[in-house]
């Protein structure tokens, strides 16, 4: 059940640390510029519990190709999708990456997950999804309760074509992963 997904959770958030470029800054990729998909930005600013801007929190992240897969069936790296950040002396912090797909069949909203390492707070998790996805319905709102990993983020089309989003989150005072 929900043990053993956090376990597996955890053992694969481990064998992707091995994997940190040795120098990460306040801006960074998830996909590479190569990656088919819609161009997508994730700015965001992340507070302490008391809402003073988190400096130097260590940002992982990782999401799905734009058809709503990590990795091909049987792969080494189940997030192929990854990227590292860490936030400026404002809480700032931000991802070029694609906008990822739902999951195929549907059920899941598509998403971006994030995992900050804090100084002050453990191990956090949060989960970006976009307001505009047909799958964030009324009842999808209405079952996230205060303790919500999600955050609810509007993209903005640019002329470009590219999309981003720009949003603030509020660590709580202690970790959940």
Known sequence: GAAVLAQNAQQQFEAAQKLK???????????????????????TTLLDPTGKPAAGV??????????????????????R????AVTDAQG????????PGSYPGGGAPAHIHLIFTTG?????????VFDDDPLITKE?????????????????????GS???????????TGNF
């Open 21 to 43: 470029p040795a120098r990460v800054t306040s801006t960074e990729r998830i996909a590479p510029p190569s990656e088919p998909g819609t161009p997508f930005v994730v700015r």
């Open 58 to 79: 260590q940002v992982f992240a990782y999401q799905t190709d734009r058809t709503g897969i990590y990795a091909a069936p049987g792969a080494a790296d189940q997030w």
């Open 81 to 84: 999708l990854k990227g590292w």
């Open 92 to 99: 700032r912090f931000e991802f070029k990456t694609i906008r």
């Open 120 to 128: 002050c707070c453990g191990r956090q998790v949060s989960e970006m």
């Open 140 to 160: 999808f709102r209405d079952r996230q309760g205060p303790s919500s990993i999600f955050v609810f983020a509007r993209p903005v089309a640019k002329p470009d």
């Open 163 to 173: 999309q981003e989003v720009a949003y603030t989150i509020r660590l709580k005072p």
